[in-house]
């Protein structure tokens, strides 16, 4: 038998020149660091590298089911710690198999995720905008949970709960707006799923905000990546301690990112040296198209003011409907689809494409959304980010206008699904990311209603 092409890692170009290095801890899911993560270089003053997940959709088109799958699979590291037992090994999951794109892998790990389990009472809460679905998922794991994600989002006629800062994001502030904030007073434990726990600081100042609010005892930290050191989990063992309190932390992976001295001025400096990406001009070379999804009266797009059980049994029934819907619209004679979504609205495409790659037989299906993250793109296959797409903010956000980014979309998709909610399906959006794409492949549109919540 022949040996398989060696494949390399997508965060071979950042080492090499930056001196980045992962060293694994954990596995307890038999995935380790380098499985997990690529390396990318930020456009920010507070933090060089990027750290780019293979199993969230955010940057890199991946297959739905393993998106979903993954995050299934740290919800059920989460139901162990609300059980109160071990963390269960999960070793022997087809997670690494789907990682390496063996075919039928990612549909295996997110079907034997999906047998019913009793459903566990919980808040759930995502970090915007890039774990909004990955908290979705863990709170579709536990069954009974209710989810909550935070926004940058200003909705009138909703009042803010609270507020907190990401200390290295690009954009900072964070919303809570929920749609009935009684749904959050109630003594259950509290899950907060992030995609990765660099310092975990940004967590722990969650867990003292909302604590503030309304005590509770029993707090889970989930994220894909832990990355922190014995003084950051000294730190949140003394938040526990002093809010008397029970915090414990779940990840896919464990382990460490080692960063050399002045490696942010040597990440700026990288970055300056490098050409900016010069956009091709916009080419009306393919058609763009709309397809009306019926999207369930009254379901919530996502959880941005609330995701309760009865959304998501009611999600799940209409699915395959509207997967059909789509897969209708989009003709004949393709074999690569891109189902991209928008900032916060990650999971109702995420949900969408996974619907998708089960109804389409034999076509390769991936995911991704858009992002405020400004990150260079370097066309080399030891790099993360091989192409990126600038374009005009098109959903009035309240940090005014400015450029966003869909990244690694240039890669041969023969279609494009664009999801987007009615308060980004503006001019704006035909005026620039719609330009973009529709250079690249057809585009069909699919729009759902963004809920708002009681005003």
């Known amino acids: 038998m022949g040996r398989e092409p060696e494949v390399t890692w997508a965060g071979t170009w950042v080492a090499e020149r930056l001196g980045v290095r992962l060293t694994d801890g954990a596995r307890p899911v038999g995935a380790g660091l380098s499985d997990l993560v690529g390396l990318a270089v930020r456009r920010n003053p507070r933090r060089a590298h990027l750290l780019v997940s293979a199993v969230l959709g955010k940057h890199a088109p991946t297959d739905p089911r393993l998106v979903y799958g993954a995050g299934l699979l ?60 990955l908290g979705h ?47 959050l007073d109630r003594d259950v434990p509290m899950v907060l799923v992030d995609d990765e726990l660099s310092t975990g600081r940004t967590v722990l100042n969650t867990i003292e ?3 503030a609010v309304r005590p509770r005892r029993h707090y889970v930290v989930a994220a894909l990546v832990d990355l922190r050191g014995d003084e950051d989990r000294a730190r949140m063992d003394a938040l526990a301690a002093r809010l008397g309190a029970r915090i414990d932390a779940v990840a896919l992976a464990g382990g460490r990112v080692g960063l050399p001295d002045g490696i942010l001025d040597a990440g700026q400096a990288l970055a300056a040296s490098l050409p900016e990406p010069v956009a ?8 763009v198209t709309r397809a009306r999804l019926d999207w369930p009266s009254g379901l919530p797009d996502g959880g941005r003011h609330g995701f309760l059980p009865s959304h998501r049994a009611r999600l799940a029934k209409d699915l395959p409907r509207m997967a059909d819907t789509i897969a ?9 689809v891109l189902v991209l979504g928008f900032e916060e609205l990650m999971y109702a495409p995420l949900r969408l494409g996974e619907a998708l ?48 980014y869909a990244y690694n979309v240039s890669s041969g998709f023969d279609r494009i699904v664009f999801v987007v909610d009615d308060a980004g399906d503006t001019d704006e959006l035909a005026k620039g990311l719609l330009a973009g794409l529709r250079a690249l492949a057809p585009v069909t549109i699919v729009t759902v209603p963004s809920h708002r919540g009681e005003a």
């Open 74 to 133: 740290l919800g059920d590291l989460v139901r162990a710690r609300l059980s109160g037992v071990d963390v269960p090994s999960r070793a022997d999951t087809p997670l690494v198999d789907a990682l390496r794109g063996t075919p039928g892998a990612a549909a295996a790990l997110r079907d034997a995720l999906c047998e019913p389990q009793e459903p566990l009472d919980a808040i759930v809460f995502g970090y915007a905008e890039t774990a909004t679905a």
């Open 137 to 183: 998922s863990v709170a579709d794991a536990l069954g009974g949970a209710y989810y909550l994600h935070s926004t940058r989002r200003p909705v009138q006629g909703l009042t803010t709960y609270g507020g907190f800062e990401e200390e290295h994001s690009h954009a900072t502030s964070h919303m809570l707006l929920p749609a009935d904030p009684g749904d």
């Open 209 to 211: 905000a909302l604590h």
């Open 280 to 287: 091709a001009p916009a080419v009306d070379a393919f058609p």
């Open 328 to 336: 209708a619209a989009l003709g004949d004679g393709f074999s690569r």
């Open 357 to 404: 790659a089960d109804a389409l037989h034999g076509v390769d299906v991936r995911y991704s959304t858009t992002t405020r993250s400004p990150v260079l793109a370097v066309d080399d296959p030891g790099y993360a980010i091989r192409t990126r797409l600038a374009f005009p903010a098109h959903d009035d956000p309240a940090d005014g206008p400015g450029e966003r």
